[in-house]
């Protein structure tokens, strides 16, 4: 298994996250205050998305879902900015970052032999242009839709300090976290 995790974060840095490592799930703190700032909208993706709030399901039932894994790739891209109001380079980021998600998922989907995965991102599911959920239709690609980490109400500060991630990467960046949780 080491071997596995090993080249699971080779293959995460190979694939540009700038820090990867492999946490367990035991050790993620939950939080439902997280949800909390969903339903306050901090990101405008409220009620707006199928893998948001409150669309995406209870936090009670994320967490129960998320601790059925004993392990996850935890990565985090990035990205330089402007300034600290620098909007469009963040969003630039975020954008460049679900690429480089994308890209991980896909490596472990077709390099590794887990048994389940549950991947959670960062920000709102981007996959389609427009979320179905805003005509009132089912999800067009749930196999390709993601919630985010703080949506499952989990620590992310924490979790990237515990797995030895800086959380802050210095002025002018913006930062990024995806986790991907699995069972072998």
């Not at 998305?49 to 039932?61: E, F, H, Q, S, T």
């Not at 599911?125 to 949506?151: I, R, W």
Request: proline fraction near 4%.
């Amino acid at each position: 298994m080491e071997t596995v995790i090993n080249n699971l974060v080779k293959d995460a840095l190979a694939l540009n996250a700038t820090h990867a490592s492999v946490a367990e799930v035991a050790e993620i703190k939950f939080n439902e205050d997280f949800r909390k700032l969903c339903e306050q909208n901090s990101c405008g993706s409220y009620n707006k998305n199928w893998m948001c709030p409150p669309a995406v399901g209870p936090i009670k039932d994320l967490k129960e879902r998320a601790i059925r894994f004993k392990q996850g790739l935890l990565f985090q891209t990035v990205h330089p900015i402007a300034s600290s109001l620098d909007w469009k380079g963040m969003m630039a980021g975020g954008a460049n970052h679900t690429k480089i998600f994308r890209k991980i998922l896909e490596c472990m989907e077709n390099n590794y032999n887990f048994k389940e995965i549950l991947p959670l991102n960062a920000g709102p599911c981007t996959y389609c242009t427009k979320c179905a959920y805003l005509a009132g239709e089912k999800c067009q690609f749930p196999d390709k839709a993601v919630s985010s980490v703080e949506a499952n109400g989990i620590d992310v500060m924490d979790l990237v300090k515990t797995s030895g991630i800086p959380y802050y990467n210095g002025k002018n960046t913006v930062s990024y976290v995806a986790l991907i949780l699995f069972n072998s």
